[in-house]
Structures are given as structure tokens and as C-alpha cells.
């Protein structure tokens, strides 16, 4: 992992109610070419974990909310067979925020125990 990716896996989210702006086009760049495998998609960033098999893609999925909830940041995802996608927004500003880039981070880093 990067030093940029354990700085931000180090972090926690700070509570977003809105009326604060949006990462710019130049930081979410910047902060994306530091996470392995995440995408930006329409305005989220977006990665899909591979698993083994059901069972590991499960308790993926559980530590995955179980993060979200320590950190009051909640990814929208979907999951099959072996398979987890995640895919962060900050609902609160329609655009992406640090906390988004936290998270992923923090799931990368879960990802690689």
C-alpha cells in the first residue's frame, strides 16, 4: 500500500450534512490513481473484490458494513457467488468527498488481511 493509502486507512470520517463542496476533478484524481482497482463511475468510485468462494465473499460483505457503520459511511453494494462490488458517494453533497476515499482505503486494507 502506498503512504497515501495508509494515511487515509488511518483516518476517520468526518460527519457530512451537506453544504460543504465536493473533492475537485484535480484531488479526486489524484487520490484515486493512489487506490488499486477502484474506478470512478458515474460520479461514485467503484471496485469489485473476487473471492474463493461464497463464504469469504460473505464475510467480506459483514466486515464491509461493519466498517461503514465505525465510520457512519455507508457504500452501496452488491454481491454475487465470489464476487463484492462497493461504491462510494457522498449522498450528502452529490459528489465525492474524502470520507469516500477513507472508506476505500480502509476496505483495501481489509481486503489484503
Given at each position: 500500500?502506498?503512504?497515501?493509502?495508509?494515511?487515509l486507512?488511518?483516518k476517520?470520517?468526518k460527519?457530512?450534512?451537506?453544504g460543504?463542496?465536493?473533492?475537485?476533478?484535480a484531488?479526486?484524481?489524484?487520490?484515486?490513481?493512489?487506490?488499486?482497482?477502484?474506478?470512478?463511475?458515474?460520479?461514485r468510485?467503484?471496485?469489485?473484490?473476487t473471492?474463493?468462494?461464497?463464504?469469504?465473499?460473505m464475510?467480506?460483505?459483514?466486515?464491509?458494513?461493519?466498517?461503514?457503520?465505525?465510520?457512519?459511511?455507508?457504500?452501496?453494494?452488491?454481491?454475487?457467488?465470489n464476487?463484492?462490488?462497493?461504491?462510494?458517494?457522498?449522498?450528502?453533497?452529490?459528489?465525492l468527498?474524502?470520507?469516500?476515499?477513507?472508506?476505500?482505503?480502509?476496505?483495501d486494507?481489509?481486503?489484503?488481511l
Open positions: 500500500m502506498t503512504k497515501v493509502v495508509e494515511e486507512a488511518s476517520k470520517c460527519a457530512c450534512e451537506g460543504v463542496a465536493s473533492l475537485t476533478e484531488e479526486i484524481h489524484n487520490l484515486l490513481k493512489q487506490l488499486d482497482g477502484w474506478e470512478r463511475v458515474d460520479g468510485i467503484a471496485k469489485t473484490y473471492f474463493k468462494d461464497y463464504y469469504q465473499t464475510a467480506f460483505l459483514n466486515a464491509t458494513a461493519w466498517v461503514s457503520h465505525r465510520e457512519d459511511h455507508h457504500p452501496d453494494i452488491s454481491v454475487g457467488y464476487q463484492c462490488r462497493v461504491a462510494y458517494v457522498t449522498h450528502a453533497i452529490n459528489g468527498s474524502e470520507n469516500d476515499f477513507i472508506c476505500a482505503a480502509k476496505l486494507k481489509l481486503f489484503d
